[in-house]
């Protein structure tokens, strides 16, 4: 059974930024799209951003050009870099792996999934 454990998160300041790192155990997932989450408290789960094998990656509008999801294989591990960080970003995180449709932004779409880790942006 793959496990996939976020770490990371933690409280900042607008404008700052955090690695989130998410790892993978049970089996090899470099032949799988790796992906994140959020739920912001009172609101629904939504779509982050994906990174497929060819590395190709999609983002929300949200966070484009601010969140870069990295892997590395080597390590069974997939990284969210969030820059220039915003009140509005304040969430749990949440790691997805092992997409089962084409579908990258439903979150129904993805086998696996982590525990989350909080991220906490203050103004």
């Known amino acids: 059974q793959v496990q996939l454990v976020e770490s990371g998160g933690g409280s900042v300041q607008a404008g700052d930024s955090l690695r989130l790192s998410c790892a993978a155990s049970?089996?090899?997932?470099?032949?799988?799209?790796m992906g994140w989450f959020r739920q912001a408290p009172g609101r629904e789960r939504e779509f982050v951003g994906v990174?497929?094998?060819?590395?190709?990656?999609r983002y929300a509008d949200s966070v484009r050009g601010r969140f870069t999801i990295s892997r590395d294989n080597t390590k069974n591990t997939v990284y969210l870099q969030m820059n220039s960080l915003k009140p509005e970003d304040t969430a749990v995180y949440f790691c997805?792996?092992?997409?089962?449709?084409?579908?990258?932004?439903?979150?129904?779409?993805?086998?696996?999934w982590g525990q989350g880790t909080r991220v906490t942006v203050s103004s």
């Open positions: 997805v792996a092992g997409l089962t449709g084409p579908v990258a932004v439903d979150g129904t779409a993805y086998r696996y």
């Open positions: 049970g089996r090899s997932l470099s032949g799988s799209a």
């Open positions: 990174l497929w094998t060819g590395g190709i990656s």
